[in-house]
């Protein structure tokens, strides 16, 4: 694709996705910009006029907000680590040579497969439940109190679950870098002196930073959006330890039913994924290139 | 001090016997060039003697201890890899510099000794390049450079050569031997083609099926091959090997006589005719079928006057006939 006219070409061919993704992205913003500004409260049989910032104000001013807006970050952040680092863990392991190791990976990879509300379910009936959960019979087994996790480490049940969930696939995109090093390198990097540690120190962990930046790229784009299991477990509760901006305007929209209001969190909240964004490539996007 | 020596050295995948016993002694200093055909083993070889595999039984002792069960980096060698196996992550400084930095030493040795290798190679101008962006004969020098800064007892190259062009080989191969001349370190060469093998050793080690077939001097195996297998493989074009009433007539199973023994000229006793020939200038190969129906090589003249389907008759200098018996030893 070096040619005047194979990339005057590629442009052409390209072009008519490029306009419908245009039209697909800016027609919803453009509604929820409008919404954002109007007065629009389904309980309310008056829904017209214009509230100026009145909606953005008022969720500046909430107290929940930046408390919303902490968890959202820490929610993304806190399992992006968590995914990214058992991850590489797990695809270390998994990638030995050993027995049964299609069956092992499969095992690895499938809490992928199991849907948001029904892993969250399963965590909160069968783990962290306090009289039935796993984890209760654990503790009681040593002859100590339950944790309540839901109730005292809202925010890391949530986390748990949502890293649980993204795991495999973190494990599986390292897994498949991994397999495409070179064993001579190891090899040679064996030769030259480098304890296990140093090869991974020099050698796994800068083959995988393009990985790893796919892996952390992709998750913060549907961690931002994390809902279903906050809503099967702990309703953003309690109090509002555990809401998250979507999950704000999820109780805006559907529980408040204040369209307006809910359509400027919308805004904030795309204002949010953009700065998130801007920092993260900035960061770590010069890793995709080359 | 590089000597290294193996000692019934056995090496087995699951069920099968790569290598079922080798004896060798490499002496301090000496190129030691291992050939065979495709899968005889020797890069599994070159493998235990760098401890990259484990050996299945017998023992490797390097400058006298025994070395069997060192981990690689423990055993003072460096190894060159087909591939290069440079680090892509990392400039040519910073892989040249690899081995000293896992061995602790300061940054400004390290510097030093980076410069002097990078100069030995003439890479001083592409230090702050990353492999992807060097030829194949620069990333060749790179990861010389990188066995040479450590000093190492012995070298082990396994097909260096086989990723490059035919007229860099021949450059890198003289850049090769220099080295060797001027550093003097035993280095240990593995390639399947007998002409680095024959240019470079000071002693090469044919393997076939996992088995020593003769170790020698280049010229000794040219002029004493031990065996059928050594007379056809060291040597281009290949000995002609005649069985039968000719054999016969020399008391052997065999005889063997190489292209280049074999006068053209009237009153020759091998009388046959021209088939394939392959004129290279300085030399012309002639493919001549006898009339018992055997077919053999000649090395003639560039100039030869020999067309497809000439007669020719041949004779072979007596001197230089091979005789071999019928298990393919050969006959004093
Ligand atoms: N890890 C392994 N597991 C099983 N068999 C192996 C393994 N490595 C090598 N072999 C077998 O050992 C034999 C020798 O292999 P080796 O790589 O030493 O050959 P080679 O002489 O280097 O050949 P080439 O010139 O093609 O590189 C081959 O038959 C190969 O199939
Ligand atoms: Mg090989």
């Given amino acids: 694709m070096s040619t005047q006219s ?30 954002s500004f109007r007065f629009y409260r389904l ?93 209760s019979a654990i503790t009681r087994g040593f002859g100590m109190q339950p944790i309540l996790f839901l109730e005292d480490y809202p925010l890391w049940s949530v986390i748990g679950i949502v890293s649980w969930e993204w795991l495999p696939f973190a494990t599986l995109i390292f897994l498949t870098a991994l397999q495409s090093l070179s064993s001579e390198q190891l090899e040679a990097a064996e ?100 | 001090m590089g000597k290294i020596q193996l000692t019934q050295v056995r090496k087995s995948f699951g069920e099968v016997d790569v290598i079922p016993g080798i004896d060798l002694s490499i002496e301090d200093g000496e190129f030691v060039v291992f050939v065979g055909p495709s899968g005889c083993g020797k890069s599994t070889l070159l493998r235990l003697i760098a401890g990259l595999e484990d050996t299945t039984s017998g023992t490797i002792a390097i400058d006298g201890k025994d070395a069997t069960t060192l981990p690689p980096a423990k055993r003072g060698l460096a190894m060159v890899f087909q591939s290069y196996a440079l680090y892509p992550h990392m400039s040519v400084r910073k892989n040249i510099a690899f081995p000293l930095k896992m061995a602790g030493m300061s940054e400004s040795e390290q510097a030093a000794r980076v410069e002097r290798a990078a100069k030995v190679l003439n890479l001083t101008s592409y230090l702050d390049r990353r492999p992807g962006q060097l030829s194949g004969g620069q990333r060749q020098r790179v990861a010389i450079g990188r066995a040479i800064v450590r000093e190492p007892s012995a070298f082990l190259f396994d097909e260096p050569l086989s990723n490059l062009d035919a007229a860099l080989r021949v450059g890198m191969r003289q850049e090769i031997t220099e080295l060797h001349q001027s550093l003097k370190t035993t280095m240990i060469y593995v390639t399947h083609d007998q002409v680095e093998a024959m240019t470079m050793a000071d002693k090469i080690v044919v393997l076939n099926a996992g088995r020593v077939e003769q170790v020698g001097s280049p010229l000794d195996l040219y002029h004493h091959p031990q065996n059928l297998f050594v007379a056809g493989f060291i040597g281009s074009p290949k000995m002609n090997f005649l069985a039968g009433a000719e054999a016969a007539k020399h008391n052997a199973a065999t005889i063997g006589i190489r292209p280049e023994h074999l006068d053209i000229g009237a009153g020759g006793m091998w009388q046959g005719t021209v088939g394939l020939t392959e004129h290279l200038g300085s030399d012309t190969f002639l493919k001549v079928t006898l009339d018992s129906g055997e077919v053999v090589t000649v090395r003639a003249n560039g100039d030869v006057a020999l067309h497809h389907g000439d007669r020719v008759a041949l004779s072979p200098q007596a001197s230089k006939i091979h005789r071999f018996d019928a298990s393919g030893k050969a006959l004093a």
Avoid: C
């Fill in chain 1, 191 to 290: 030769m030259d002196g480098a304890s296990p540690f140093n090869r991974f120190r020099y050698i796994i962990l800068p083959h995988l930073t393009r990985a790893i930046t796919v892996v952390i790229l992709i998750q913060t784009i549907f961690l931002l959006g994390i809902f279903g299991e906050i809503f099967t477990t702990t309703q953003g509760g309690p109090g509002s330890a555990s809401t998250t901006l979507p999950y704000m305007i999820f109780k805006q929209a559907i529980v408040a039913k204040d369209i307006g209001r809910a359509a400027a969190g919308g805004i904030i909240a795309v204002i949010l994924a953009n700065i998130v964004a801007y920092f993260l490539m900035r960061g770590i996007g010069r890793h995709l290139d080359n």
């Fill in chain 1, 6 to 35: 194979t990339r005057l070409a590629a442009r052409l061919m390209v072009a008519p996705s490029v306009f419908v993704l245009f039209i697909w992205m800016i027609v919803p913003l453009a509604m929820t910009l409008y919404f």
């Fill in chain 1, 43 to 135: 309980l309310t049989p008056e829904r017209s006029g214009w509230v100026g910032f009145n909606h953005y104000l008022w969720f500046l001013n909430s107290p929940d907000f930046w408390l919303a807006i902490f968890n959202t970050l820490a929610l993304v952040g806190g399992v992006l680590v968590i995914t990214v680092i058992l991850g590489v863990l797990i695809a270390l392991l998994i990638d030995q040579p050993v027995k049964g190791q299609g069956m092992l990976r499969i095992l690895v990879i499938s809490p992928f497969f199991v849907m948001p509300p029904v892993a969250a379910s399963i965590w909160e009936n069968l783990f962290m439940h306090p009289q039935n959960g796993l984890f």
